[in-house]
């Protein structure tokens, strides 16, 4: 018998011994042996038997929202917007993972970074330049770049500072790592832009430049341009939003957000990197013999579990499910691991599918909670076989001075109140 098999068998028989004791514990009622926290015994005007006042009056007519907007119940479901850092030179908005399901992001909550404002931009006066080390420089409209054909994948970007390694650590799981998010984006490769223009030889790079006030420029290999990258002008079946890039922005899945120029105005073609704010001053690191880190294009392997996660509550002891969300810039996540004990023993998650490349990958466990304390933890592993670290091993190979790529296993602490804490010491 394979271990996929029997792994599905164990996680089946799992769920099937968590269902029956809760139902046991509730005295026969499967809801309140599952989470408590659904009150049969309350009376109230709107509960059964009763007939609900929406459904007294006609409710909201189609036209007073031409675009659709979330009930007026989850208007805390925002992006997470710090209140101590400054929002405009260099702002950041999380996406708030812990309140999410499923591996889309919506675009209203996108994470987002810009270094210089978001700009308004008329796509009808934006361009593309496309210029440097090749036979035919041109300038697209965004007409042009439509008329090429489209394709549309599915994959993360990810914010290379998510999260830092130093103290405080966030609270929430959007604390920690709300600087990554997932869409299906929509565009033209841009192995086919290239094409039509006609590399010259010798050419290894290309600068990307975007139009917006820091003309935020980054240069990226030339392989990476030839294999997967997009000039992409939709997410998820919409247009990009200002904060995600208005009219056209690059996208290289796996890569540091950083790389992936929002606002794109500018690619030109050159022999070398032009080693410019963003991957010198910026997106490189001190080591601790004194060498500089620079070019960690790839986002490693990561996983944090969002529910039970920092800042939620578990009502009652009984069956709970813990869930969490896996990416990885080198491809597939294979497996994800899970320890409800303080690491000493993991047990494999159950992976949702569609399990895609370089895309945000949903993995669930059942788990009885006994009432106790305890410290819960994920670790994923990529497909090519790379382990998510612990903080104490990242630390030991880069240093205090360490900022980027921090991808640290997060463990999250449950008190004997059911009340979730950052478990990093």
């Known amino acids: 018998m394979s271990e996929q098999t029997t792994d599905k068998r164990v996680r089946e028989a799992s769920r099937r011994h968590f269902l029956q004791a809760g139902a046991a514990l509730a005295g026969g009622s499967a809801v309140a042996g599952l989470g408590g926290t659904t009150a049969l015994a309350d009376n109230g005007a709107n ?9 007294k009056t006609p409710g909201d007519p189609m036209g007073s929202q031409p675009y659709g907007a979330p009930s007026a119940y989850e208007k805390g479901v925002v992006k997470n917007i710090s209140k101590t850092l400054p929002q405009y030179i260099s702002a950041s908005g999380r996406t708030p ?6 591996i889309i992001t919506p675009n209203g909550l996108f994470y987002e970074r810009h270094h ?5 931009i008329d796509p009808a006066q934006h ?3 496309l210029h440097g080390m090749v036979d035919r420089p041109l300038v697209f409209t965004m007409e042009d770049i439509r008329r090429f054909p489209s394709q549309s994948r599915i994959h993360f970007i990810e914010c290379s500072g998510n999260p830092v390694y130093t103290k405080p650590y966030g609270k929430t799981a959007s604390d920690l790592c709300g600087l990554v998010s997932c869409a299906e984006w929509t565009g033209v490769p841009l192995k086919t832009v290239l094409n039509e223009a006609g590399l010259q030889p010798g050419a290894k790079w290309i600068v990307a430049e ?5 003309a935020l420029t980054r240069s990226i290999p030339i392989e990476k341009c030839l294999d997967d990258a997009m000039l992409v002008y939709s997410q998820n079946g919409e247009r990009l939003r200002p904060q995600q890039g208005y009219p056209l922005r690059l996208l290289l899945p796996g890569f540091e957000g950083n790389m992936n120029v929002k606002w794109l105005r500018r690619l030109k073609v050159v022999a070398e990197p032009v080693y410019s704010r963003e991957e010198t001053s910026k997106y ?22 969002t529910r039970p996660s920092g800042g939620q509550k578990l009502g009652a002891p009984g069956f709970h499910e813990i869930t969490g969300i896996a990416w990885s810039g080198h491809g597939k996540i294979k497996r994800v691991e899970v320890s409800v004990d303080e690491g000493r023993n993991w047990q494999s998650a159950e992976l949702q599918e569609p399990v895609l490349t370089r895309a945000l990958t949903r993995f669930r466990l059942p788990w009885q909670w006994d009432g106790k304390p305890a410290l819960i933890q994920s670790r994923a592993v990529d497909e090519t ?6 903080l104490a091993e990242l630390l030991a190979v880069r240093g205090a001075n360490h900022f980027y790529h921090n991808n640290a296993i997060w463990p999250w602490r449950i008190d004997g109140s059911g009340e979730v804490s950052n478990g990093q010491a």
């Open 385 to 390: 076989g790379y382990v998510q670290p612990t």
């Open 284 to 305: 490189t690191d001190l080591m601790p013999d004194g060498t500089s880190r620079e070019f960690t294009f790839t986002m490693e392997a990561k996983s944090i579990i």
């Open 127 to 129: 361009r593309l330049m």
């Open 97 to 102: 993972l812990q309140e999410l399901d499923g």
């Open 47 to 55: 509960l059964p038997p009763n007939v609900p006042e929406w459904m």
């Open 210 to 214: 975007g139009a917006d006030a820091a």
């Open 116 to 120: 210089g404002g978001v700009p308004t």
